[in-house]
């Protein structure tokens, strides 16, 4: 800890304060899984990963999800509809539109997105949304 003393002739004299420190920057969550051609709706791939994101009492948000995985998964575990946000792009809402609205808004613990391909820039907006909300970003695409 540094000492400083003050006397008179400092009186006068500008202040030097350090800068104050940001905060650091809350980094987000955003995680790409990139599963083999077909398997995109293996639910025995996914079902540890859902199960451990379902855990909290917020939304799980599921964007354009495999109809075949969202009957499967509402079956096997009982879901009730309260639990599972599931969401479809449209012409309108993109699906990365979707996931960083869901995600940036706080109210989901995690999204799940299947899409194609992200590029750089999509991916760092998913991981500012996630920092700003509070989640848990899951990407999954094919190879």
Known sequence: MEQLSFNQSMAGAPVNRPAPRKAPRAAGNVTEIILPAGQVENFQLLLPMLTQLNQER???????????????????RNIITGEILVLRSSAEYSALDLAQRALGAGTCHAVVMWTGKLGRSAFEAL?????????????????
């Open 58 to 76: 917020r939304w799980l948000a599921w964007i354009d999800p495999p109809q075949a995985l969202v009957n499967k998964w509402q079956k096997t």
């Open 127 to 143: 991981q500012q949304a996630s920092a700003n909300g509070n989640s848990h970003g899951v990407v999954l695409r094919q190879r």
